[in-house]
């Protein structure tokens, strides 16, 4: 299966580091005109190793996300594809129940819900206009159970990308744009995945592997070309679907 995206434009989400920029290397080197968006101001140096367009934009705002979508679009005169893989734990993976409060609440729904809400609505009528797109939305394994971090706000943020997903594939199914998820396991991808995994005992890491079938952790690249399959041609009857990769969890 040949999987390109020639004349395709991409824009990702979180793509400062780890599977976000796995993702823009997979989507450019498929051919597609790509632009990534990260709060993190490095997304600029990101862009220019990468010869792609970089925003720096904080997407929890509904303004500043619209903003994003109509300098694409004013760029390219097109926004195909929405690969959106802003979020994580924001450095609260430890976080105890006693410890939850409205602001530190806040700012993880803010950062794995609110970012893909925001940039779904400004981008559905862009795509509507040529009764094609894609949203692929980057989940977790931990918005299909409880989540090792022991992170209550992560988990049941996750358990909301996933349900915006589904939400989004009905609404927008008939304007001929798809919406689905990828829900990855412990990729080593970032500063609070690298904590968690070093955090772990030699027997609880032991432990973790043994529970996968294919006996390793994955890499950002096996998210990326999870989220680029859902995103091509080749999968235009799949929507409001969740894709685990978690290297074969039970």
Same mark, same amino acid.
């Given at each position: 299966?040949?999987?390109?995206?020639?004349?395709?434009?991409?824009?990702?989400?979180?793509? %400062? $580091?780890?599977?976000?920029?796995?993702?823009?290397?997979?989507?450019?080197?498929?051919?597609?005109?790509?632009?990534?968006?990260?709060?993190?101001?490095?997304?600029?140096?990101?862009?220019?190793?990468?010869?792609?367009?970089?925003?720096? %934009?904080?997407? #929890?705002?509904?303004?500043?996300?619209?903003?994003?979508?109509?300098?694409?679009?004013?760029?390219?005169?097109?926004?195909?594809?929405?690969?959106?893989? =802003?979020?994580?734990?924001?450095?609260?993976?430890?976080?105890?129940?006693?410890?939850?409060?409205? =602001?530190? !609440?806040?700012?993880?729904?803010?950062?794995?819900?609110?970012?893909?809400? /925001?940039?779904?609505?400004?981008? %559905?009528?862009?795509?509507?206009?040529?009764? /094609?797109?894609?949203?692929?939305?980057? #989940?977790?394994?931990?918005?299909?159970?409880? #989540?090792? @971090?022991?992170? &209550?706000? +992560? @988990?049941?943020?996750? &358990?909301?990308?996933?349900?915006? @997903?589904?939400?989004? #594939?009905?609404?927008?199914?008939?304007?001929?744009?798809? =919406?689905?998820?990828?829900?990855?396991?412990?990729?080593?991808?970032?500063?609070?995945?690298?904590? $968690? !995994?070093?955090? +772990?005992?030699?027997?609880?890491?032991?432990?973790?592997?043994?529970?996968?079938?294919?006996?390793?952790?994955?890499?950002?690249?096996?998210?990326? &070309? =999870?989220?680029?399959?859902?995103?091509?041609?080749?999968?235009? /009857?799949? @929507?409001?679907?969740?894709?685990?990769?978690?290297?074969?969890?039970?």
């Amino acid at each position: 299966m040949d999987i390109r995206f020639n004349n395709r434009t991409v824009l990702v989400s979180g793509g %400062a $580091q780890g599977i976000g920029r796995a993702i823009c290397v997979g989507f450019r080197d498929a051919g597609a005109r790509v632009h990534v968006v990260d709060r993190d101001p490095r997304i600029m140096q990101v862009g220019q190793e990468l010869g792609i367009t970089a925003h720096v %934009a904080d997407l #929890s705002d509904q303004a500043a996300a619209a903003g994003v979508v109509r300098a694409v679009v004013a760029a390219e005169g097109r926004l195909d594809v929405l690969a959106l893989a =802003a979020g994580g734990p924001c450095g609260l993976g430890g976080l105890q129940l006693a410890e939850i409060n409205d =602001a530190n !609440w806040d700012r993880i729904m803010d950062a794995n819900v609110k970012t893909g809400l /925001w940039l779904s609505q400004a981008a %559905a009528p862009e795509m509507a206009k040529n009764k /094609w797109g894609r949203i692929v939305i980057v #989940s977790s394994g931990a918005g299909l159970r409880a #989540s090792r @971090t022991g992170l &209550h706000a +992560y @988990t049941a943020a996750k &358990h909301a990308a996933i349900g915006l @997903t589904r939400q989004l #594939s009905v609404g927008l199914g008939p304007l001929g744009i798809t =919406a689905n998820t990828v829900a990855p396991g412990l990729i080593l991808s970032g500063p609070d995945a690298i904590d $968690q !995994w070093n955090g +772990y005992s030699e027997e609880k890491k032991t432990q973790v592997l043994a529970q996968l079938s294919t006996g390793r952790l994955g890499e950002p690249e096996d998210i990326a &070309h =999870a989220v680029m399959f859902l995103a091509s041609e080749q999968a235009s /009857w799949i @929507t409001g679907q969740v894709l685990p990769v978690e290297g074969g969890r039970p």
